[in-house]
């Protein structure tokens, strides 16, 4: 005779009593922005520029939103054309986005840091160890002399919410400047 009466709960009875793990929430899949991609458009850049806050962008994309909307497409904050800075990104002989510095690739786990004196892209270890622990307050690849007021974070894996695309005003609200066309108003006749 099997035994019913048990004086503990199995796996699933615990899952399906509301006490155990339920799966995935309903909506949308998390999806974050890859470091080598436009925060307004979401393809690759060739043009980065950084605002203020660490926020990259094509300038192709950049200067037509902020010049209609005078705000910062992320946040949705108040943002200028003169808040933007040309960015130099690295790369390797693959093609890969890497350090200069250090020569270590960048991934999705890389904290990532530019100086927004001259704009080079650096990984967060290099400037740590070669700058601020060493108290050499130059530029790594120009000499030219920075602060830490000047390093704005680009990418940083303990802070995921920064590159959330769920978290863009722009795509928040519905936002598109330039000359763009929606995928489902082109004519494929």
Known sequence: KKRTDRARMTNTEWK???GGHKGLPAGAPFKRLPLGCCGIAFTPFEDPVCAPDGAVFDVVNAVPYVQKFGTHPVSGAPLKLSD???LAFSKNGDGEYCCPALGKVFTDSSKVVANLKSGNVYSAQ????LCVKPKNWRDLLTEEPFSRADLVTIQDPDDLDT???ERFD???KGLKAGPAKDPDDLDTR
């Open 126 to 129: 290099a400037v740590d160890e």
């Open 16 to 18: 399906e009593s509301g």
């Open 163 to 165: 590159r959330s695309l």
């Open 84 to 86: 933007l800075t040309p």
């Open 170 to 172: 722009h795509l928040r």
